[in-house]
């Protein structure tokens, strides 16, 4: 592909994604559909055929508690928690003969979690108040009337938002907007105006972590630093707390529905970072709504509270999503 692109006289380092993005050229665009594709083909479509077990008809996943660095619980053979976000490939997961889906979903929850971390007012009061934080967050970095924020600055401002959480530099903030490093950079100096206790509660998380050798969730549960980690140190220190406390608020979450669903044949069949999926018979779906509802929300509270939590949830005959 390199080659390729060098004939056609562009000269890039990479091939990937975030390079071909940027090209112009039609060889260039149709290589991130080819990519996408034959990524789907493979991480997805074959390996969800073979989990496809011959007696039950079903597919079957293995479940790892700590999984990932964050210690997220994560699915390998095949991975079910890549599915597509496109509800065409959610589709394909059917609940059987009498039963429903119930898909409760944290709304934002990792930002809740840094509005708890903290202590910024504004931040605090958005969540409380249940209002909009990305329209929010656009019409101030953007300087524009509330109502006159587009979807578009909308979009933008949510970005801006999880850049912050993640630690991401003005360099790949600018990449993921398509502006300039200046702008970016303008945004990010933009937000920490905005939102002054989060510019401060980073830089602490982060310089904690490098003088004690490690990271931590609000349960207390450490990442001690490997010499991969203490090369990203900065964002590590920044993301672990937060990241790592959503990953102990699901598997609580997890706890507080099982003891619920387990005695009525209904049963959690997946989790994808911060949401559940269950499956449960249609005459009791309303009912195990109610339950997921508030014992998620009680799971999140044991943790962020006074921050309010929200779940959202829905229901049908096939895995979906808000």
Not at 75 to 89: A, D, I, R
Not at 286 to 294: G, H, P
């Amino acid at each position: 592909v390199k080659n390729v692109l060098h004939a056609l006289g562009i000269k890039v380092s990479s091939t990937g994604k975030e390079t071909l993005e940027i090209i112009k050229h039609p060889f260039a665009q149709k290589m991130i559909i080819y990519k996408s594709a034959s990524w789907l083909l493979s991480h997805f479509i074959e390996n969800l055929k073979e989990s496809i077990d011959e007696k039950s008809g079903r597919g079957h996943a293995t479940f790892q508690q700590i999984g990932s660095i964050t210690g997220r619980v994560i699915t390998v053979k095949p991975k079910f928690q890549e599915v597509p976000k496109e509800q065409q490939y959610r589709n394909l997961f059917i609940a059987p003969p009498g039963y429903e889906i119930i898909t409760a979903d944290y709304s934002q929850i990792e930002l809740r979690i840094l509005a708890y971390l903290s202590k910024d007012k504004q931040l605090l009061k958005i969540f409380n108040k249940k209002q909009d934080l990305h329209r929010i967050t656009a019409s101030k970095i953007f300087k524009i009337n509330i109502k006159k924020v587009t979807e578009e600055q909308r979009d933008a401002a949510k970005r801006i938002n999880f850049a912050i959480l993640y630690g991401r530099s003005p360099q790949n903030l600018s990449q993921d907007l398509n502006i300039s490093v200046k702008k970016a950079n303008s945004f990010i100096n933009n937000y920490f105006d905005i939102f002054p206790g989060v510019k401060s509660t980073l830089t602490k998380l982060s310089n904690d972590a490098m003088k004690k050798g490690y990271a931590e969730t609000l349960l207390g549960r450490k990442m001690y630093l490997d010499e991969d980690t203490k090369k990203r140190i900065h964002s590590v220190g920044k993301n672990y707390p937060v990241q790592g406390t959503c990953a102990d608020i699901i598997k609580k979450a997890i706890f507080n529905v099982n003891k619920y669903l387990k005695p009525h044949g209904a049963r959690i069949i997946n989790t994808v970072h911060d949401e559940l999926v269950i499956e449960c018979k249609k005459s009791e779906v309303i009912r195990f709504k109610e339950v997921v509802d508030r014992e998620m929300k009680k799971a999140a509270s044991f943790f962020i509270d006074p921050v309010r939590v929200e779940v959202e949830i829905v229901i049908g005959n096939v895995w979906q999503k808000k």
